[in-house]
C-alpha cells in the first residue's frame, strides 16, 4: 500500500477510534512503529494535526476533527438514516449508544428535527449476555481484521447434549442473525467452514500467528442458499399450505428459487431446493396443522414423530 493511502488509512482510523497507541496503528497498517510517525508528519504538513499524550490510555488523537456541517446529505438520507437507527435502537447491539450518539451528531449539523413513525421490532440477548459479548466481539473483529488465528473454548448443542471443546479457527467476519451475534471462520477441527456464537464462547486468546485469508468462501452467497445459517446439503422441499398460513408465506420470500403454486384459494404447494435442514424443521412445524409436508420423506417422519411426542406430553 503507497504512503498516501496508509496516511489517509491512519487519518480515518483515529476519527472513528480516537486515541490509538502508536503500535495498535502500527498493527492495523502492517508497518513498523517509525513509519507511523512518519505519516504523522505528513498528516500535519496537510493540516491535519495529530496529538499525542501518555498515561494507559494515552496514544496518537486527531487535535482537529473534521465537521460535519457541509456533508449534503438529502432529505430521502435523512430520513433513511433514521430509519437505522430506529431499527438499531430496537435491538440490543455491541456500541448501539455511539451509534445514537452518531447519528444525533449528524442531524443536528443538518438541522433535521422532523420526526419519522417508524417502529422496528426484533429478538433481544439479554443484558448479562450481551456484556459478556462486548469484549469478544472487539477481539474478535481485531483477529479477522489482521488475519490472526484464535483459541477458542466453545460449546456447542448437541441431540445428546451439550458439548465443549476446544477448537483452532481462522475468523473471516461477524453478523447477526435472530438478535444474536456470530463469527464464521475455517475451523481445524472440522476442517471447514462453520458458524460460531459469541454467547457460546466459553474462553478464547487472539494468537499471533497469522492466517492466509480466505477468497473462495462467499457468506453473502452461502446464506443466499440456505434457509437459515446452516450451510448443509441441499433438500428438496414440497409442501402444501392451506389458510391462513398460506397467505402469509405468499407474502415472504423464503428461498431464492422458490415456487408456489395455488391449488385452490385457500392452499398453496410452496417448493424450493434449500439448505438448512434444521431451521427448516423448525419453520414447517412452526406453521402447525396449516402445512403438510410432501417431500422429503424423512422431514415427513421426523414431524410425525414430534407430534407423537407432544401428544404424549399433554395426554
Known amino acids: 500500500m503507497s504512503k498516501v493511502s496508509n496516511a489517509l488509512n491512519m487519518y480515518f482510523l483515529l476519527q472513528v477510534r480516537g486515541a490509538m497507541r502508536v503500535k ?24 491535519i494535526y495529530v496529538g499525542s499524550k501518555l498515561g494507559r490510555a494515552g496514544g496518537y488523537y486527531l487535535e482537529n476533527k473534521r465537521r460535519l456541517d457541509a456533508i449534503g446529505l438529502t432529505e430521502e438520507e435523512l430520513i433513511t438514516l433514521k430509519m437505522a437507527n430506529k431499527t438499531i435502537q430496537s435491538g440490543k447491539y455491541h456500541y448501539q449508544s455511539r451509534f445514537e450518539t452518531t447519528v444525533n451528531k449528524i442531524l443536528n449539523c443538518n438541522q433535521h428535527t422532523e420526526e419519522i413513525n417508524y417502529h422496528n421490532k426484533s429478538m433481544r440477548e439479554s443484558d448479562e449476555i450481551l456484556k459478556k459479548e462486548k469484549h469478544t466481539w472487539v477481539d474478535i473483529n481485531i483477529a479477522v481484521n489482521q488475519n490472526r488465528r484464535a483459541s477458542i473454548k ?18 473471516y467476519g461477524i453478523f447477526d442473525y ?45 446464506l443466499e442458499k440456505s434457509f437459515g ?20 408465506v405468499k407474502e415472504k420470500q423464503i428461498a431464492k428459487d422458490q415456487r408456489i403454486t395455488e391449488i385452490d384459494e385457500k392452499t398453496i404447494c410452496f417448493e424450493a431446493k434449500i439448505k438448512g435442514y434444521a431451521e427448516i424443521k423448525t419453520w414447517v412445524m412452526s406453521l402447525g396443522s396449516s402445512a403438510e409436508v410432501i417431500q422429503p420423506s424423512k422431514l415427513k417422519e421426523e414431524i410425525i414423530a414430534e407430534a407423537h411426542k407432544m401428544t404424549k406430553i399433554y395426554q
Open 154 to 171: 466453545y460449546k456447542s448443542l448437541k441431540k445428546h447434549g451439550i458439548e465443549i471443546r476446544e477448537r483452532l479457527v481462522n475468523p
Open 24 to 47: 495498535e496503528i502500527a498493527e492495523a497498517l502492517e508497518v513498523t512503529p517509525r513509519m507511523v510517525k512518519k505519516y504523522k508528519q505528513d498528516l500535519e504538513m496537510a493540516g
Open 229 to 248: 445459517i446452516y450451510n448443509d446439503e441441499f433438500i428438496d422441499l414440497k409442501l402444501n399450505i392451506s389458510y391462513p398460513m398460506s397467505e402469509i
Open 178 to 222: 435472530k438478535g444474536a451475534t456470530y463469527f464464521y471462520g475455517y475451523c481445524d477441527t472440522a476442517k471447514d467452514i462453520r458458524f460460531f456464537k459469541l454467547s457460546r464462547v466459553i474462553e478464547y486468546r487472539v494468537l499471533d500467528e497469522k492466517f492466509t485469508g480466505n477468497t473462495d468462501f462467499n457468506f453473502d452467497k452461502v
